[in-house]
């Protein structure tokens, strides 16, 4: 088998509060290998937010590694982890943080101008990736022109422009009609094909349904849930 594109070995994360300490996650195990599609599931409160911070790199684990395409994340400076980010990972979150100055198309081509890419390129696959996702009419449109579900379908464009390696995503489609969640679903299976992974955070059991295994996260650990 390959090497996984994504992996945590004894993953723990322990926040202090005062003279108190609270245990998030404990010695968490994942492994996830190119083009497999994982849902991570479980109550409010549970960690899944901090889980996905940590296996981005946003965060620093208290125990334990986490490894992005054999690159162990806690030996990497600052500049070396934007860089992987920009080039092997993409990200969505539950609010879109969209740039309010610039419109759908720009914030969309932003990881490719990060990147290097020329801005009429970078703008033509902006725009490709907006069609893709029903918003070929809101090319120019501003975030503070958009609906909330048209922001968020922005959001999923741009961590799907660069096709990375790994999506993690926290409710994709918690604000998305039935459709549009549909687009997304098959825009996931498209970068599937070319061997990207996901990890997607949900409580829709629809979503959950559509990936290839669903995990439990209950106390502070991943527990497979049956098919």
């Known amino acids: 088998m390959n090497s996984p594109v994504l992996q945590c070995r004894n993953l723990g994360k322990t926040y202090v509060d005062g003279d108190r300490s609270v245990n998030v996650l404990a010695k968490l195990d994942l492994s996830l ?39 162990n994340m806690a030996l990497l400076g600052e500049r070396e982890k934007c860089r992987l980010r920009n080039t092997r990972m993409g990200f969505v ?9 610039f419109d759908a198309r720009e914030n969309v081509a932003m990881p490719l101008l990060i990147g290097g890419q020329s801005r009429a390129q970078a703008m033509q696959v902006a725009g490709e990736m907006l069609a893709k996702v029903g918003l070929q009419h809101r090319l120019t449109h501003r975030p503070g022109q958009l609906s ?13 422009v660069t096709r990375p390696q790994c999506v993690l995503m926290d409710e994709p489609t918690g604000n998305l009609d039935p459709q549009s969640s549909e687009q997304v679903l098959s825009l996931i299976d498209e970068l599937r094909r070319d061997s990207a992974s996901f990890v997607v955070v949900t409580h829709d059991p629809v979503i959950a349904s559509h990936m290839d295994r669903v995990l439990e996260l209950r106390g502070g650990c991943l527990h497979e849930k049956p098919s």
């Open 148 to 160: 909330g579900g048209e922001r968020q379908r922005v959001a999923i464009a741009r961590s799907l």
């Open 33 to 71: 290998q190119a083009g497999e599609k994982i849902a991570i599931v479980g109550s409010s409160g549970s960690g899944k937010s901090t889980l996905l911070n940590l296996l981005g790199g946003l965060d620093t684990p208290s125990s334990g590694e986490v490894l992005m395409c054999g690159e």
């Open 93 to 101: 979150y539950q609010f879109h943080h969209l740039l309010p100055e």
